[in-house]
């Protein structure tokens, strides 16, 4: 059974850090290019962060770059997002996801069943 499980979300203040991680199981982790996805509260979900299988090529969202570090250690089978100087509108439900892109268009595969993260004083 595929299986992709987040945690690490939580209350904090402005200003704060954390650690997401996606621990996968089921499948050949290490061959999936996987993404984080956000949603907030009432609105639609949307993409933060990407990475290729390898680990080598990663990508971001403008409003999270400089801010957010994706990673994944493929041994471990798990996938992290590091959240620096987290801001009130990062506030959301985050899910790690797997992708691919098929043309030009991304196709997600397996979610993970989100983990909540508020920003707030």
């Known amino acids: 059974e595929v299986q992709l499980v987040e945690s690490g979300g939580d209350w904090v203040q402005p200003g704060s850090s954390l650690r997401l991680s996606c621990a996968a199981s089921g499948f050949a982790f290490e061959n999936y290019n996987m993404s984080w996805v956000r949603q907030p509260r009432g609105k639609g979900p949307e993409w933060v962060s990407a990475?290729?299988?390898?680990?080598?090529?990663?990508y971001y969202e403008d409003s999270v770059k400089g801010r957010f570090t994706i990673s994944r250690d493929n041994a471990k089978n798990t996938l992290y997002l590091q959240m620096n100087n987290l801001k009130p509108e990062d506030t959301a439900v985050y899910y790690c996801?797997?992708?691919?892109?098929?043309?030009?268009?991304?196709?997600?595969?397996?979610w993970g069943q989100g983990t909540q993260v508020t920003v707030s004083s």
């Open positions: 990475i290729n299988s390898g680990g080598s090529r990663t």
């Open positions: 996801a797997t992708y691919s892109v098929v043309g030009e268009t991304v196709e997600y595969g397996h």
